[in-house]
T-cell receptor, first 116, second 119 residues
Framework: AQKITQTQPGMFVQEKEAVTLDCTYDTSDQSYGLFWYKQPSSGEMIFLIYQGSYDEQNATEGRYSLNFQKARKSANLVISASQLGDSAMYFCAMRPRGQAGTALIFGKGTTLSVSS | DGGITQSPKYLFRKEGQNVTLSCEQNLNHDAMYWYRQDPGQGLRLIYYSQIVNDFQKGDIAEGYSVSREKKESFPLTVTSAQKNPTAFYLC??????????????????FGPGTRLTVL
């Protein structure tokens, strides 16, 4: 069965430090896409970063990078230089079969708290 | 500005009532989705649609119904058959790519959500 696992219910980090949020996935598909979304307390879902299963390089978007280890089926999100505004819930999600227009499968999320 | 709107932001339902959550997008996206989020949990798929007048059940479709009469609109009805409807409901949309492009990045855009509470 297709599944996303996020094992860290909560993470705490100080401002300006880097933090890694873990995500492992289970799929038998060869083609798939991996997403990370941020959900502040307001509830909106903010897209952060995407990694395709055929992408050879790890994705990066500003302070966000994705540590993609295909053999281990992990797609950890790294946030560098944390800011207070990074405090939110973070979701890892997978689009199976590589087909756009297919619904995402979400993990249960990790709550990140950034302190000054 | 292009985007997805959901209304109302907050909705209260009495036992035995049907309620309808609105979702509209002006992004010209073919695919639309409804997800449910319970406190401290991830999103679970209720229904999705890839074309007008067609939709598919997701993992938790029981007690819900949808329609897709227009490309821009994908309303969700929470029926009295849904035993525990109190949750946060998120609507999303995306393009549909085909062929080799189907493996490309394709973001799902989300609306601001509707928080439904059963009284």
């Amino acid at each position: 069965a297709q599944k996303i696992t996020q094992t860290q219910p909560g993470m705490f980090v100080q401002e300006k430090e880097a933090v890694t949020l873990d995500c492992t996935y289970d799929t038998s598909d060869q083609s798939y896409g991996l997403f990370w979304y941020k959900q502040p307390s307001s509830g909106e879902m903010i897209f952060l970063i995407y990694q395709g299963s055929y992408d050879e390089q790890n994705a990066t978007e500003g302070r966000y990078s994705l540590n993609f280890q295909k053999a281990r089926k992990s797609a950890n999100l790294v946030i560098s230089a944390s800011q207070l505004g990074d405090s939110a819930m973070y979701f890892c999600a997978m689009r199976p079969r590589g087909q756009a227009g297919t619904a995402l499968i979400f993990g249960k999320g990790t709550t990140l708290s950034v302190s000054s | 500005d292009g985007g997805i709107t959901q209304s109302p932001k907050y909705l209260f339902r009495k036992e035995g009532q049907n309620v309808t959550l609105s979702c509209e997008q002006n992004l010209n996206h073919d695919a639309m989705y409804w997800y449910r989020q319970d406190p401290g949990q991830g999103l679970r798929l209720i229904y999705y649609s890839q074309i007008v007048n067609d939709f598919q059940k997701g993992d938790i479709a029981e007690g819900y119904s949808v329609s897709r009469e227009k490309k821009e609109s994908f309303p969700l009805t929470v029926t009295s058959a849904q035993k525990n409807p109190t949750a946060f409901y998120l609507c999303a949309s995306s393009t549909i790519l085909h062929g080799t492009a189907a493996h490309s990045y394709n973001e799902q855009f989300f609306g601001p959500g509707t928080r439904l509470t059963v009284l």
